[in-house]
C-alpha cells in the first residue's frame, strides 16, 4: 500500500516539475524516482499496451542514426531522448487519473505566477514590456505559453465534460489569458484562439448554458482585445501581417529567421534519404547553410540554429522513416481523439500540431518531457476503456 502512495506521489511529482525542468535538474530527478517507484510495484497484471509504442520506436531510430548515421563517439543524443522511451514503457504500468492533469494546471499556474511576480519587479511594473519573464524558472517563454494552452485545454475539456464552469474555472482561465499578453508569444496567443474556438464550437453542439456559452464569448472577446492592444503583442501581430514570405533578404526578426531555418531545412531534406543525416550532420549542414546566405558573424551560423520545425528537423536528422513515425504519433492522437469524441485529445493534437510547425521541440527537455509523459498519458485514457474506474479521481 505504501509502494503505491509513493508511486502516486512521484508521479504528481513528475508533473509538477516539468516547467521547473531546470532548476537544479528537478525533473530528471523526479523521472528517477517515477521509475524506480514503479518498478518496484509493477505488476504483469497491470501492464497495458496503448499506442505509446510508437514512442518507443521513435526512440530506438535515434539510438540507430547515432550508431550508424552520426557514428560519433559521443552518446548524448542516446541518453538526452531517453524519456521517449523510459516514460511509455513505465506508462504501461500505471492508470490513468484525472487529477494528475489537474495538477499539471496548478503546476503552470504557480510557474506563471512566479513569472509575473518576477516580471512586476524587474520591470518596476511595466510588466507588458519586459522581455524575458521566464528568467526566473529558466523556463523559454514559448514552453510556458504552450504549457499555459495545454492548461486552457484541460480546463475546457472539464467544463465540456460536467457542463458546470466552477470558481477555478473563472479565476484560472482569465488569468492563463492574461499570462499570454505579458509573454507575447505569437504561437501560444494563435493556438489559445484556435483550442477556445473549437470549445465554443463543441459546447454549442452539446446545447449546453447558453447563457454561459453566451458571457464565455463575450469575455473571450474582451481578453483577446485587451492582449492584442499591447504593445510588444501588436507589433509581433503587425510583423506578421507585413511579413514577405515569398522574397525575404532580411532576417533580422523571429519570423523572417524561421524562414531562413526552413529554407535551408527544405533545401537539404531533398537528399535526407530513408535514415537523415543525424543530428550533427544536420547542424553542420544548416550552419554552412546560414553561412552561404547570412555571414560566419550571424546569430543563425554562431548559436546553430535548428529547423525551428518539429517536422523539418525529424526529416533531418531521422530521414524518411523518422517523419513517417511522427506523423504516424500525430494520427494516432487525432484517430483516438475523433474514434473516443474526446476533446481533450484533440485540443493537444492542435496544440502539437501548430507548435511542431514553429519549433523543433523535441530538442528540449521540457518539449521531450511534456511530449513523451502526455502522449503516453493521454493513450492511457482509453487504453482504459473497457474499466470502470478509469476515469477516478
Given at each position: 500500500m505504501w509502494l503505491e502512495r509513493l508511486k502516486n506521489v512521484s508521479l504528481l511529482f513528475l508533473v509538477i516539475t516539468i516547467p521547473f525542468a531546470?532548476?537544479?535538474?528537478?525533473?530528471s530527478y523526479a523521472i528517477a524516482l517515477f521509475v524506480i517507484t514503479v518498478l518496484c510495484s509493477a505488476k504483469?497484471?497491470?501492464f497495458k499496451l496503448s499506442f505509446s509504442w510508437l514512442l518507443i520506436l521513435y526512440y530506438l531510430l535515434i539510438c540507430f542514426n547515432v550508431v550508424f548515421i552520426d557514428q560519433t563517439e559521443s552518446y548524448i543524443n542516446i541518453t538526452k531522448n531517453i524519456p521517449l522511451i523510459l516514460i511509455?514503457?513505465?506508462?504501461f504500468f500505471v492508470n490513468f487519473k484525472k487529477s494528475t492533469l489537474i495538477v499539471f494546471v496548478y503546476s503552470i499556474a504557480i510557474a506563471s505566477l512566479i513569472s509575473l511576480i518576477y516580471t512586476y519587479i524587474k520591470s518596476k511594473g511595466y510588466i507588458f514590456y519586459f522581455h524575458n519573464p521566464t528568467e526566473i524558472i529558466d523556463l523559454q517563454i514559448n514552453y510556458l505559453s504552450i504549457f499555459i494552452c495545454f492548461s486552457l485545454a484541460i480546463l475546457y475539456n472539464e467544463i465540456l465534460q460536467t457542463n458546470i464552469a466552477k470558481l477555478q474555472h473563472y479565476i484560472l482561465i482569465p488569468f492563463f489569458f492574461f499570462i499570454l499578453a505579458i509573454l507575447f508569444n505569437r504561437t501560444g496567443i494563435i493556438i489559445s484562439i484556435l483550442i477556445t474556438i473549437y470549445f465554443v464550437l463543441i459546447y454549442f453542439k452539446k446545447q449546453g448554458n447558453i447563457k454561459f456559452l453566451v458571457g464565455f464569448i463575450v469575455l473571450f472577446s474582451l481578453l483577446m482585445g485587451y492582449i492584442f492592444t499591447r504593445p510588444i503583442v501588436a507589433q509581433k501581430f503587425k510583423e506578421l501581417v507585413n511579413q514577405d514570405f515569398v522574397d525575404e533578404t532580411n532576417y533580422s526578426n523571429g519570423i523572417s529567421s524561421r524562414l531562413l531555418s526552413w529554407q535551408c531545412s527544405l533545401e537539404n531534406i531533398k537528399s535526407a534519404g530513408f535514415f537523415g543525416f543525424g543530428v550533427d550532420?544536420?547542424?553542420m549542414l544548416l550552419k554552412d547553410c546560414y553561412k552561404s546566405e547570412l555571414s560566419a558573424n550571424s546569430i543563425q551560423f554562431i548559436n546553430e540554429y535548428n529547423s525551428h520545425n518539429q517536422?523539418?528537423?525529424t526529416i533531418m536528422n531521422l530521414g524518411i522513416i523518422g517523419f513517417l513515425l511522427l506523423i504516424s504519433i500525430y494520427g494516432?492522437?487525432?484517430y483516438m481523439g475523433i474514434k473516443n469524441k474526446d476533446p481533450l485529445l484533440i485540443f493537444y493534437f492542435i496544440i502539437l500540431l501548430i507548435f511542431g510547425m514553429t519549433e523543433s521541440f523535441l530538442i528540449r527537455q521540457w518539449g521531450l518531457v511534456f511530449y513523451s509523459f502526455f502522449t503516453s498519458y493521454l493513450f492511457l485514457k482509453h487504453t482504459l476503456k473497457t474499466n470502470s474506474n478509469e476515469f477516478s479521481n
Open positions: 531546470r532548476l537544479y535538474n528537478i525533473n504483469k497484471k497491470n511509455p514503457v513505465i506508462l550532420k544536420s547542424t517536422f523539418l528537423q494516432c492522437i487525432l
